[in-house]
Nanobody, 120 residues
């Protein structure tokens, strides 16, 4: 089983910055997808920023220009640098990874979530 260990969440003031990190227990060098989603109670879990197959990034419109996703294929980590944080960014943030399994199957994995609260 692949484990995704998240860290970096916490309380930050509006306009501040925060960096989230996700460490995968398996190599991400040839991973299909890896990145971050977020969810607030009663709402859908929404894509924030994800590396697609081939390294193409996919950002939510609401975070484009403020958030940047990074990956380190040696450390098997994916980080989310969040800048100019707004109260609406408050959510549980989940690391997501999709690996290719046998017979062409795609295997989805999720972290346990880390809470980000933007408030003064």
């Amino acid at each position: 089983q692949v484990q995704l260990a998240e860290s970096g969440g916490g309380l930050v003031q509006p306009g501040g910055s925060l960096r989230l990190s996700c460490a995968a227990s398996k190599s991400i060098f040839v991973i299909n997808k890896i990145g971050w989603y977020r969810q607030v109670p009663g709402k859908e879990r929404d894509l924030v920023a994800v590396f697609m197959n081939g390294g193409i990034t996919n950002y939510a419109d609401s975070v484009r220009g403020r958030f940047t996703i990074f990956r380190d294929n040696i450390k098997n980590t994916v980080d989310l640098q969040m800048r100019s944080l707004k109260p609406d960014d408050t959510a549980a943030y989940y690391c997501y990874a999709q690996y290719r399994g046998g017979s062409g199957r795609m295997l989805d994995y999720w972290g346990q979530g880390t809470q980000v609260t933007v408030s003064s």
